[in-house]
């Protein structure tokens, strides 16, 4: 994963354009993608899909032709979606086109400007603290045209039609943890996914963020009623605790499996309530869709001072960081595709498990009790009301114990789905 951050971490991306799809094209030597091209003009819910926008070269140059600031190093170095330009001009004028971070003078800060058309650069402070009065260059080759909007999806089939989305923005440039890290968690993700003939079938959504995520949902508005669950993955690499931004709902289904597994593991972590503002979990969560999508990172947007900044490099996310987070997902989506409500065959009574063999099953377990009286739980709450989720929470147990219990209670024809 990590290795897949750093190779994607010198595109220069934004929300259209080749430095999306170079991403995509690196993504999709991990895992096969449909990608898609929405034209310019297109109308997607209440927005219209934007002019594409490549860049080429940018720099500031003095007067003797040495480039004081240069797009080649650093693609946070112009300001997204700057319009072409070509012009001599003093510092005095230059400076209202110049974006830094007094508080962290050798850091380059993200800034953009996708709807206005502007032009301008990203530098260090102390880099234009030394930059001398005079005549300046100022080129940035880009173009602003009708194009398209890219985004792919990677789908992995289930047992069922019903879907879980897991969404990631790769609409930032050179920002290793906002989202890089998201994504190459993602890809791998989906790749211990496919080896598990999954209940649900997942859809990965690689897009860029807002305008990618409303594009996404305004093509597939006919179909959205198979979307039965979704995580957003962002900011999954840097070393804060873990934290799970709830679906708008709060008690969607999602929801409670990442405060169960959150709290189940012990891991540091922290459960937020929704806000109408963050990643795209608004999108999905908005109030005419609704859908129960909830977001997980590690720490949140604009929680750490390198956020948006060229602090976020490859050395700020770790490869132990985001093992973490594809730990996490991958327990949230096994406990998921297992949860399941039961119906009691047998509700008369306690069914006799001895003559089924059920306790000789148990024999030389270790926790043979407590398998015991996970098949007493789930017996006494399938009542086609309670999840395997609502018996773990209320008996205290383990939930693989309780669908392990499950299982061996569906096939002594004790209890059917």
């Known amino acids: 994963m ?33 990608v898609h091209e929405v034209p310019t003009g297109t109308q997607v ?6 002019q594409e926008w490549n860049i080429r070269d940018a720099y ?20 997204g979606y700057s319009v072409p330009v070509s012009a001599t001009m003093p510092l005095s004028e ?37 930059m001398p009065d005079g005549e300046y260059e100022v ?6 045209a009708d194009g398209h909007l890219t985004y792919a999806e990677h789908v992995v089939p289930g047992q069922v039609a019903d879907e879980v989305i897991v969404s990631c923005h790769v609409c930032h440039p050179s920002l290793a943890n906002d989202n890089l890290a998201g994504v190459a968690v993602a890809v791998h993700l989906a790749r211990a996914l496919a080896e598990q003939n999954p209940y649900y079938t997942y859809r990965f959504v690689f897009a860029p963020g807002t305008i990618g995520a409303i594009t996404w949902l305004a093509r597939n508005t006919e179909r959205i009623d198979r979307v039965k669950h979704g995580l957003v993955l962002a900011c999954a690499g840097d070393s804060g605790s873990l934290t799970y931004k709830q679906s708008r709902r709060g008690d969607a289904e999602i929801d409670r499996v ?28 908005s109030p005419g869709f609704d859908l129960g999508v909830g977001s997980l990172s590690r720490t949140p947007y604009a ?75 789930v017996l006494s709450l399938a009542d086609g009301g309670h999840t395997l989720l609502d018996v773990a929470e209320r008996s205290g147990l383990p939930f693989d114990t309780v669908a392990a219990a499950a299982d061996a209670l569906r096939d002594a024809e004790l209890i059917k789905a």
């Not at 500031?60 to 300001?79: E, K, N, P, Q, Y």
């Not at 007094?102 to 800034?111: E, N």
């Not at 189940?264 to 922290?270: D, K, L, V």
């Not at 730990?327 to 001895?354: H, I, K, M, T």
């Open 94 to 130: 230059l400076r209202g086109h110049l974006h830094t971070l007094p508080d962290h003078p050798s850091w380059v800060p993200y800034r953009t400007s996708y709807y206005k058309p502007e032009w301008g650069f990203c530098l260090a402070q102390e880099t234009l603290d030394a």
């Open 303 to 377: 929680g750490y001072p390198e956020y948006h900044t060229s602090a976020d490099d490859p050395d700020f996310v770790s490869p132990e960081a985001m093992e973490d987070t594809l730990a996490v997902c991958r327990e949230a989506f096994a406990v998921l595709d297992r949860n399941r409500r039961y119906v009691n065959l047998s509700p008369y009574g306690e069914p006799q498990l001895g003559r089924r063999g059920l306790y000789d099953s148990l024999g030389g377990r270790s926790d043979a009790k407590q398998a015991q009286m996970a098949m007493l739980w």
């Open 258 to 285: 990442l405060r169960h597994v959150l709290t189940a593991s012990e891991r540091p972590h922290e459960i937020r309530e929704f806000t109408p503002y963050g990643y795209d979990e608004r999108q999905y969560c």
């Open 139 to 144: 080129r940035i080759d880009s173009t602003l």
């Open 45 to 50: 819910l209440d927005w219209t899909v934007p």
């Open 60 to 79: 500031v140059a003095d007067g003797t032709g040495r480039r004081i600031v240069d797009f080649a190093a650093s693609s946070l170095h112009v300001l």
């Open 2 to 34: 990590h290795e897949l951050v750093r190779r994607m971490y010198p595109l220069c991306r934004s929300i259209t354009g080749d430095g999306v799809r170079a991403t995509l094209d690196i993504v999709g030597e991990y895992v096969p993608l449909t």
